[in-house]
Structures are given as C-alpha cells and as structure tokens.
C-alpha cells in the first residue's frame, strides 16, 4: 500500500511535468498566437493543459513527499525496535535472550555480567 503511494507519487510527478513542459514548450514556441485574453480554443486548449500539469505536479510532489515522510518514520520505528533488542542480554553460556537486569540465566543458571556491553559493541 504505502509502495504503491510512493509509485502513484512517481508518476503523477512524471506526468504532469511532461503534461506542463509540452504545452509550456507550444506556448513559447507559438508566436502565432498571442497568448492573452480573449482566448482562441487552440489557446484556451494548451493554457488548460498547463494548468492541469501544474496540479498534477504538485499533488505528485505532496504525495512523494508524503510516502518519504512515512518511510522515514517506519525506518525510526525500526532503529527504536533494534535498540530495544540491543538493551537485552545474551546468556554468555547457552545463547538464551535475558532482559538487561537479569544476573543469572535462567534456563542454565550460568551469571551473567550485566555490565558487559558485548551487544553494544556490535553496533
Ligand atoms: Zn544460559
């Protein structure tokens, strides 16, 4: 779901700039027209099509930037989740995972040094 957020971001972006560079090209190259008020339906035409690539580029930006504001909080979620597991101990003996405070390894009784930052380490 949230992949298909950032694809949909992707593309309305891609679109709408492609959208808005085609009828801003027309429109400088044109010298035919005019390009003010009142309108011909060839103007009003790619005048539309602009506008609409301009929206459309920027609901394509607000949805990417959207879809990277939430994957940089899920990866936060997950560094919070590791530090978590960092925070526990491993029994030095039998490889059995203890909270911090834990001096003695319950399942094989073997102590263990809670002051030893052997996870840490491995960061
Ligand atoms: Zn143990």
């Known amino acids: 779901m949230k992949k298909l957020t950032g694809i949909i971001g992707v593309l309305m972006t891609f679109i709408g700039f492609i959208t808005f560079l085609t009828a801003q ?3 400088s190259e044109d010298n035919y ?3 003010t008020k ?3 339906p060839f103007e009003a035409r790619y005048i539309t099509m602009k506008t609409i690539g301009i929206i459309l580029l920027i609901i394509g930006i607000l949805d990417l930037i959207l879809y ?3 994957h940089i909080y899920t990866s936060k979620t997950e560094v919070d989740a590791n530090s978590i597991k960092i925070t526990s101990n491993v029994c ?3 490889g059995l995972q203890v ?23 491995w960061r």
């Open 25 to 27: 090209m027309t429109i």
């Open 33 to 35: 027209y005019t390009w």
């Open 38 to 40: 009142p309108y011909t």
């Open 68 to 70: 990277i504001a939430s």
């Open 92 to 94: 030095p003996s039998c």
């Open 99 to 121: 909270s911090k405070g834990t001096k003695i390894c319950p399942k094989c009784k073997t102590p263990i040094n809670s002051n030893s930052n052997s996870n840490a380490q």
